[in-house]
Structures are given as structure tokens and as C-alpha cells.
């Protein structure tokens, strides 16, 4: 069956531009995840949601960074005015049930941001 | 001192060799354990979950030490496919599962 898909996959911004990535978790995933990958480190949360609710958005590093799930299926995340060190690999998981962090995430292919 | 820490390695060794990393946390109340693996510039799949008891999938075992926090991972017979990065994933009883920044495995002829 279809997986996690994202989109794009790379995206080039100048800085000061404003970016939205797109994550299609799968059908009927109730938890989806946003996370930040630099590169040699491992992915760092941003935020969960679970169905529409964004139940966790402690890892967003600044007011720059919004991310929305308003029909609980496809989320996305917004970066404003993006800075060079927003320059990372951002992943969307997805689990079946409401255990989030407790069960099996699967992961979408990433978005490549790169920030000149 | 980071929640979840992993020596990044790289770890050399050949075909047939076998190899352990461990993981160790800080997180005392943490409840769930994972190990996944992630290819060079590809999303992370999982590899197995760790439980309490231990458990084993073909040439792959996971082991807990909760006195010691941390988690291990043995992989026999290694091989060439086995390359990758290996990371730890430690849930600490909340939404938020924290990752390592994983252990590259690196397996020669």
C-alpha cells in the first residue's frame, strides 16, 4: 500500500522566504510526527498531532515555524522568513493509533531544505 | 548531557564479523525502546522494537538494561547490506520520542 509521502523533496529558498512542506501520512494514521534532520545528527521532534489536534509543539524552534493538520490527514509545515540554519532534511512519520512516541512510526522520504 | 546518546562510530568490520551498539538514555521513567536504520539519505525504517525481556529477529538482537539505561543492539554475521546508520529511539513516557544521532556501521569485504 502507499506509504508516507512528502513533498517536494528538495526545495531551494532564498533567505527571507517563506516555504510550505507538505506531508500525506497514511490513511487513517492517527499520529503524525514533524521532525528536523541535520546532517550526521538524528531527527530532532518538532511536533505531533494527533487526528486535528496539534497536542505537542514543544520542538518548533521559533515563531517562524507553524504546522497545521485541519482535516487530520494531510499536515503542513510553514517556515516564515527562513534563515540559513533552517537548512536541514524535514521528515513527517506516521502511526496507526493514539500511543505517538509508544509504537512504530513510519516514515515519509523528507523534504531537503536548503536555505541561501 | 544529551537524553539519548549513541557513539556516532563509524564502526569498520568485516563481512561475517559481529558487532554491538549500545545506546544509553537519561530518561529513568522511559517507557519505550526502539531501534531503527536509516541509509545514506534515505527516511529511517524500523529495524525492531526492544522489550523488556529482550527479543531477537534472524542475525538481529535487542537487549534492555533498565538498571544501567541503556539498550543494545548485536548484529551477527554481519553483512555487507548491513551498512547503514542505526539509530536509538527512547520514548520517555510522553508524545515525544527522542532519537540518537545514531551509529554508523560500516561492513568491508
Keep these: 500500500g502507499a506509504g508516507v509521502s512528502q513533498s517536494p523533496r528538495y526545495k531551494v529558498a532564498k533567505r527571507g522566504q517563506d516555504v510550505a512542506l507538505r506531508c500525506d501520512p497514511i490513511s487513517g494514521h492517527v499520529s503524525l510526527f514533524w521532525y528536523q534532520q541535520a546532517l550526521g545528527q538524528g531527527p530532532e521532534f518538532l511536533t505531533y498531532f494527533q487526528n486535528e489536534a496539534q497536542l505537542d509543539k514543544s520542538g518548533l524552534p521559533s515563531d517562524r515555524f507553524f504546522a497545521e493538520r485541519p482535516e487530520g490527514s494531510v499536515s503542513t509545515l510553514k517556515i516564515q522568513r527562513t534563515q540559513q540554519e533552517d537548512s536541514a532534511v524535514y521528515l513527517c512519520a506516521s502511526s496507526p493509533l493514539v500511543g505517538g512516541a509508544q509504537e512504530t512510526q513510519y516514515f515519509g522520504p523528507g523534504t531537503r531544505l536548503l536555505v541561501l | ?109
Excluded at chain 2, 524500523?46 to 533498565?66: C, H, K, P
Excluded at chain 2, 553483512?79 to 542505526?86: E, F, I, M, Q
Aim: aromatic fraction near 12%.
Design chain 2, 1 to 109: 548531557r544529551k537524553e539519548v546518546e549513541q557513539d556516532p562510530g563509524p564502526f569498520n568490520v568485516p563481512e561475517g564479523a559481529t558487532v554491538a551498539f549500545n545506546c544509553t538514555y537519561s530518561n529513568s521513567a522511559s517507557q519505550s525502546f526502539f531501534w531503527y536504520r536509516q541509509d545514506c539519505r534515505k527516511e529511517p525504517k524500523l529495524l525492531m522494537s526492544v522489550y523488556s525481556s529482550g527479543n531477537e529477529d534472524g542475525r538481529f538482537t535487542a537487549q534492555l538494561n533498565r538498571a544501567s539505561q541503556y539498550i543494545s543492539l548485536l548484529i551477527r554475521d554481519s553483512k555487507l547490506s548491513d551498512s547503514a546508520t542505526y539509530l536509538c529511539v527512547v520514548n520517555g513516557g510522553s508524545y515525544i520520542p527522542t532519537f540518537g544521532r545514531g551509529t554508523s556501521l560500516i561492513v568491508h569485504p
